[in-house]
């Protein structure tokens, strides 16, 4: 009994310790320099501090392992506040946040010159970009890992290039089986 106890202990603690796959989050401009060396296409996770379903998404499904597993293997992951004062340097122009107001860090603040540039109107987005730094898609809104698994395969098997309609879309989208756990 007494021994059952101590590998029941011993095993608990163990499993307390276990953590959660984390994505390797980078900079744009990092993943930028690092695309010129190793060609990946990259996935930015366009956030503010203040909105909820962000955290959501962080806690959720960013810190699902079979998605942060995946991207780590096939993206490069950037984490980027659409009302932040990073300065990003994309396709030949730097982006700021002019009216950034560190007083309101946590709160609303005013939009970065990015996400205005990548057409953010939504938090969160997840805007995916080319091996050469070019512009795919924004997706606005919450993803759970499995809604988020079929774009992320999408987008690196380049399989989107080839669905030119809706209907198109919407038929590969029936035959996709999620792989992910929840």
């Known amino acids: 009994m007494k021994r059952t106890f101590i590998a029941l202990a011993i095993l608990a603690f163990l499993s307390s310790n276990i953590t959660a796959q984390k994505i390797n989050w980078v900079s744009l401009n990092e ?5 010129k060396e190793n060609p990946k296409k990259i996935m930015i996770d366009i ?3 203040w909105c909820g379903p962000c955290k959501l998404l962080d806690k959720k499904t960013f810190q699902n392992n079979d998605v942060a597993s995946y991207v780590n293997e096939h993206y490069y992951a950037v984490k980027f506040n659409g009302e932040g004062n990073e300065t990003v340097h994309y396709q030949e122009k730097t982006f700021k946040n002019p009216n950034y107001d560190a007083a309101k860090a946590q709160t609303r603040n005013s939009a970065h010159e990015f996400a ?6 939504a938090y969160p987005t997840i805007a995916f970009l080319s091996e050469t730094g070019d512009f795919i898609i924004p ?9 988020l698994e079929f774009y992320l395969k999408l987008f690196f098997t380049d399989k989107h290039k080839e669905l030119k309609t809706q209907e198109t879309f919407d038929a590969y989208y029936k035959t996709f089986e999620p792989k992910f756990k929840s």
């Open 31 to 35: 993943a930028l320099e690092l695309q």
């Open 47 to 49: 956030y503010t501090n």
């Open 116 to 121: 205005n540039y990548m057409g953010v109107n």
């Open 139 to 147: 997706l606005k809104g919450f993803y759970e890992p499995q809604q």
